[in-house]
């Protein structure tokens, strides 16, 4: 039994030295191999659509910036005043006079924001107006007016699903990011943040995740159509769903933003009824609460909602329509008037107690 015990052991240290032999001969002949780099193959130049891609980035990227929030928090052991950073998104040079637009959520939990330009320049920011029903935010920042480079401004009326777009931002903190895709679909709905529905939105399947709210959704030719705010996603990240507040809503909303600070919309004088009361009543509309003295809605003779002197409750008139556009909750009712200006008659249609009824309404100068 020891003799087969033996020859194996024989082997293995025959196959041992052997192996030792071979790596020692490879060694000595990769010892007299002097390693080139490999030869770089010629592309011969960029494709037509590459060429197209880069030079877009090249135009409109020193229009993007970086946004960070801050917050400012008081050390009440130290009496120290801290600033925390409450996060990140990104935007766009507006105009020369140094005003950037983004998202209203970028900077909501913050005291105060910074603004970094594509040339790593970092300036304080002011706050000139915001827009929580359009999640839009204008900032200024005073910056010499060659580092402003401001975006090109297209339209989103004319906007097909299929066409090609470049979204530029800075997703998860890395600045300067390109991505593109194509837009998916169009007249999309969200939700804005103070629950009223923004309209017409723009989806698309450009990659877009935290961090590149507030930044530019460009077309073709460079040109500013969307600006990109949300994503529907299980994790948080990318998942082929974004969405872009369209330009044409844009264009109107941050002129308001610089001239007053906020969106000046035409009211017919009246509160009303929460949608979450009225859908519990069973109604589908904009329930009447009060009516101010005076106002438009006053002498068109519409009808508040009020508690009898037996105690119950007198519904007051249901708007349904306004100039035919139908009215299903108050958010409707906003939209329906966010583009008239005060002075101006509208007709509202209104239920009551059964019946639809016109009234002809005055419109009054507010902000709700």
Same mark, same amino acid.
């Given at each position: 039994? @020891? $003799?087969?015990r033996?020859?194996?052991? +024989?082997?293995?240290?025959?196959g041992?030295?052997?192996?030792?032999?071979?790596?020692?001969?490879?060694?000595a002949?990769?010892?007299?191999?002097?390693?080139?780099?490999? *030869? =770089?193959?010629?592309r011969?130049?960029?494709?037509? $659509?590459?060429?197209?891609?880069?030079?877009? %980035?090249?135009?409109?990227?020193?229009? /993007?910036?970086?946004?960070?929030?801050?917050?400012?928090?008081?050390?009440? %052991?130290?009496?120290?005043?801290? $600033?925390? *950073?409450? #996060?990140? !998104?990104?935007?766009?040079?507006?105009?020369? $006079?140094?005003?950037? =637009?983004?998202?209203?959520?970028?900077?909501?939990?913050?005291? @105060?924001?910074?603004?970094?330009?594509?040339?790593?320049?970092?300036?304080?920011?002011?706050?000139? #107006?915001?827009?929580?029903?359009?999640?839009?935010?204008?900032?200024?920042?005073?910056?010499?007016?060659?580092?402003?480079?401001?975006? &090109?401004?297209?339209?989103?009326?004319?906007?097909? =699903?299929?066409? &090609?777009v470049?979204?530029?931002?800075?997703?998860?903190? %890395?600045?300067?990011?390109?991505?593109?895709?194509?837009?998916?679909?169009? #007249?999309?709905?969200?939700? &804005?943040?103070?629950? =009223?529905?923004?309209?017409?939105?723009?989806?698309?399947?450009?990659?877009?995740?935290?961090?590149?709210?507030?930044?530019?959704?460009?077309?073709?030719? !460079?040109?500013?159509?969307?600006?990109?705010?949300?994503?529907?996603?299980?994790?948080?990240?990318?998942?082929?769903?974004?969405?872009?507040?369209?330009?044409?809503?844009?264009?109107?909303? /941050?002129?308001?933003?610089?001239?007053? !600070?906020?969106?000046?919309? *035409?009211?017919?004088?009246?509160?009303?009824?929460?949608?979450?009361?009225?859908?519990?009543?069973?109604?589908?509309?904009?329930?009447?609460?009060?009516?101010? @003295?005076?106002? !438009?809605?006053d002498?068109?003779?519409?009808?508040?909602?009020?508690?009898?002197?037996?105690?119950?409750?007198?519904? #007051?008139? +249901?708007?349904?329509?306004?100039?035919?556009?139908?009215?299903?909750s108050?958010?409707?009712?906003?939209?329906?008037?966010? @583009?008239?200006?005060?002075?101006?008659?509208?007709?509202?249609? /209104?239920?009551?107690?059964?019946?639809?009824?016109?009234?002809?309404?005055?419109?009054? /100068?507010?902000?709700?």
């Amino acid at each position: 039994m @020891r $003799e087969p015990r033996r020859t194996l052991a +024989l082997v293995f240290i025959l196959g041992l030295i052997g192996g030792i032999g071979l790596a020692a001969l490879a060694t000595a002949q990769r010892a007299k191999i002097e390693a080139e780099a490999r *030869p =770089v193959v010629d592309r011969s130049g960029l494709t037509a $659509e590459e060429r197209t891609v880069t030079s877009l %980035f090249e135009q409109a990227g020193p229009s /993007v910036v970086y946004i960070t929030s801050i917050a400012l928090r008081r050390d009440w %052991f130290r009496l120290n005043v801290m $600033e925390i *950073p409450r #996060g990140t !998104g990104s935007g766009f040079i507006w105009d020369g $006079e140094g005003h950037v =637009v983004t998202n209203y959520h970028v900077i909501r939990d913050g005291n @105060r924001a910074e603004v970094t330009l594509a040339d790593q320049s970092t300036w304080k920011a002011t706050v000139i #107006g915001v827009a929580p029903e359009k999640d839009l935010a204008v900032l200024r920042i005073e910056a010499p007016r060659e580092k402003l480079l401001p975006i &090109s401004i297209g339209t989103s009326a004319d906007l097909l =699903v299929g066409q &090609s777009v470049l979204a530029i931002g800075n997703p998860f903190g %890395f600045d300067q990011t390109l991505t593109t895709g194509i837009i998916s679909a169009l #007249g999309r709905e969200i939700d &804005s943040m103070d629950g =009223v529905p923004i309209r017409d939105v723009i989806q698309t399947d450009a990659a877009i995740n935290p961090g590149n709210s507030g930044g530019p959704l460009l077309d073709s030719a !460079g040109r500013l159509i969307g600006v990109n705010t949300a994503i529907v996603s299980p994790s948080g990240s990318y998942a082929g769903l974004g969405f872009a507040i369209p330009v044409d809503t844009v264009n109107w909303v /941050v002129p308001e933003l610089i001239s007053h !600070g906020r969106i000046r919309r *035409p009211v017919l004088g009246i509160d009303l009824v929460g949608d979450h009361a009225a859908r519990r009543l069973g109604l589908q509309g904009a329930l009447v609460g009060t009516v101010s @003295r005076g106002s !438009g809605a006053d002498e068109a003779g519409m009808r508040p909602t009020y508690r009898s002197r037996n105690g119950r409750w007198v519904l #007051g008139d +249901l708007i349904v329509a306004v100039d035919g556009e139908p009215v299903r909750s108050s958010g409707d009712l906003r939209l329906a008037l966010e @583009r008239r200006s005060a002075g101006e008659n509208v007709k509202v249609r /209104v239920n009551r107690d059964g019946d639809e009824i016109d009234l002809d309404v005055r419109l009054c /100068v507010g902000h709700r």
